[in-house]
């Protein structure tokens, strides 16, 4: 399949946006070497559903898109956007955000680069309290060597800071 397309950036794009057309209720029960990811936009999900769902990046300048909050019919269509995302899953929801990013680009050379991100204005404080909160951290063992990344529950991190 992957052969058609110039390079691998190409394959994945294509894959991204124009999905097979098949959804986990059609597949048989997975093999180890058959098993599977589907790569979809939102757009591309649409009529879609799986048992389980993978929204990355749910944090402001990227959902909504900074290049909608100049309008509130299109900060609308943003949230209608995410509330189509997040109905695809039928089993297993996850939603995701860094709490930093890299920026390309950027004009001032003595700022930095790294900033951090917020979640996104759609998924308000209100609200939190039904979802599982995790994190995750590297692992730095005494010699400084990384051991991987390890879950931590930050509700009992910070229940456990009062005690």
């Not at 950036?9 to 029960?29: R, Y």
């Not at 917020?118 to 010699?143: A, G, H, V, W, Y």
């Not at 051991?147 to 005690?163: H, P, S, Y």
Request: proline fraction near 4%; hydrophobic fraction near 35%; glycine fraction near 4%.
């Amino acid at each position: 399949m992957a052969q058609k397309f110039p390079s691998r950036e190409k394959f994945l794009s294509e894959l991204a946006l124009n999905p097979p057309d098949i959804t986990s209720d059609e597949a048989e029960d997975p093999l180890l070497d058959e098993d599977y990811l589907i790569l979809s936009t939102i757009h591309s999900a649409k009529g879609q559903e799986w048992k389980v769902v993978y929204i990355l990046n749910v944090a402001d300048g990227w959902i909504p898109s900074d290049m909608a909050v100049g309008d509130e019919e299109q900060i609308e269509e943003e949230r209608r956007l995410l509330y189509v995302a997040m109905t695809r899953a039928k089993d297993h929801l996850h939603l995701s955000y860094p709490s930093r990013f890299y920026t390309y680009g950027f004009k001032h050379r003595r700022a930095d680069r790294n900033m951090f991100s917020t979640r996104s204005r759609f998924i308000p404080e209100t609200i939190l309290d039904l979802f599982q909160r995790d994190t995750f951290k590297k692992n730095i063992c005494n010699d400084g060597s990384e051991t991987g990344m390890q879950r931590t529950n930050v509700a009992e991190k910070i229940i456990g800071l009062w005690d």
